[in-house]
């Protein structure tokens, strides 16, 4: 998985795409995670085009199956290597009575992984701290982070407190306040 996670970088790196590794893919770098189920790609809008070509490039693109929990701009699904890549941008979570859009950006990118040689740019676990308490039946891996920031302390509050600004559920805000009150 890491070795496809690098040719994979490699290309978008060189094609100078603004993008970065999600989800669980953040969880295992972190050791939160033994091993992910697949590789998730967060990428800016103004790049998903240039990104497409390049992964259809590597591997084969699946049909995308609209979802009632998501509304994102582009979903993509890929098959790289034997791996599964799932393609984010614009990602959008429905909730009861509003969309919430992740806006990912070069400020989403807070640090960088190396694998075999190449840059991989990683989002922050703050950043699906809040994201997976959006989703549903996330709250594991919600109180696995918790738990990880509450004994590490964040380094990135600022991006939690931006992200805070959006229309978020009460319960949420108040979880997520609680833990930045904590440092």
């Known amino acids: 998985m890491f070795t496809t996670l690098s040719i994979i970088a490699d290309k978008l790196n060189e094609a100078n795409i603004t993008w970065a590794i999600g989800s669980s893919m953040v969880l295992c770098i972190h050791g939160l995670v033994d091993k992910p189920n697949d590789i998730d790609i967060i990428i800016s809008l103004d790049d998903i085009e240039k990104a ?17 929990s998501y509304s994102s701009r582009y979903f993509y699904e890929y098959v790289i290597n034997g791996i599964d890549i799932d393609v984010i941008s614009g990602l959008r979570i429905n909730l009861e009575k509003e969309v919430f859009e992740y806006n990912f950006d070069k400020s989403s990118i807070t640090k960088s992984h190396i694998i075999n040689g190449i840059s991989i740019p990683m989002t922050s676990l703050e950043e699906w701290y809040l994201l997976y308490q959006l989703m549903k ?46 440092y």
């Open 137 to 182: 039946n996330r709250e594991a891996k919600v109180a696995m982070i918790e738990k990880y920031l509450s004994i590490n302390k964040s380094q990135h509050i600022s991006i939690l407190k931006k992200m805070l600004e959006q229309n978020i559920p009460e319960n949420i805000k108040k979880r997520v306040l609680k833990l930045i009150d904590s």
């Open 52 to 68: 497409d070509i390049i992964l259809k490039s590597l591997g084969t693109k699946s049909k995308w199956e609209k979802s009632a």
